[in-house]
């Protein structure tokens, strides 16, 4: 992760798509608990319209150059509320596909660096993410809404009942097969870019 000089605060317009995410993540959660494929797909929709706001904000700011302290520290922090929203959701709807144990490592990982950045920012310090970590986002916001497509398609009574029919075939076996193969990428590439993340910060430590 880079340092990134600290600029004034101000409400852009990438900053209002930041706030937007959190607000959304936070509409997504009373959604997606009802068992109902017409809502939960509601659901999905909200979550992935979210995720291309994370691309966009951070694209724009940097075209427009409109990078402001709000924006450096607010937008990772939009991203994990709804990264981690969006996985505890899947892994409680759709457990073969993104395991709870996958789970809880992703996101201890996620408060770890995200505690760090706010330690780092008391000092004057603001640390943007780099590019391994932008890849393990993008994972993430890949295998969330793959996982919530099914979550959807296979909510109420005629959903399940899909589901134990398409499990016993090879279409199941690909989806669970695609689901929890990106599961583990996403994994990786978190442990990877956490694990990267601290090296850099230990060498910048002085001996």
Do not use: C, H
Request: proline share 3%; no cysteine.
């Amino acid at each position: 992760m880079n340092a990134v000089t600290m600029t004034p605060a101000k409400m852009t317009f990438s900053n209002k798509m930041t706030i937007l995410r959190g607000i959304a993540s936070i509409a997504f959660i009373p959604m997606i608990i009802q068992d109902d494929q017409l809502i939960r797909v509601f659901a999905l929709l909200i979550f992935t319209v979210a995720a291309f706001t994370d691309y966009y904000d951070g694209r724009l700011a940097r075209i427009n150059k409109e990078k402001t302290n709000f924006g450096v520290i607010a937008d990772p922090v939009a991203d994990k509320i709804l990264t981690s929203v969006g996985l505890v959701s899947v892994s409680l709807l759709q457990p073969d596909i993104v395991p709870v144990w996958m789970t809880v490592i992703i996101i201890i990982r996620e408060v770890a660096i995200t505690s760090w950045r706010f330690a780092m920012l008391a000092k004057g310090r603001v640390l943007a993410a780099d590019r391994l970590g932008k890849w393990k986002t993008g994972f993430q916001m890949t295998v969330i809404p793959y996982a919530l497509v099914f979550a959807s398609i296979f909510s109420g009574d005629i959903g399940r009942e899909w589901e134990l029919a398409i499990r016993s075939t090879v279409y199941g076996d690909i989806i669970y097969g695609v689901g929890y193969s990106l599961a583990w990428i996403t994994l990786i590439l978190t442990l990877v870019s956490g694990m990267a993340y601290a090296k850099a910060e230990w060498q910048k430590q002085p001996a």
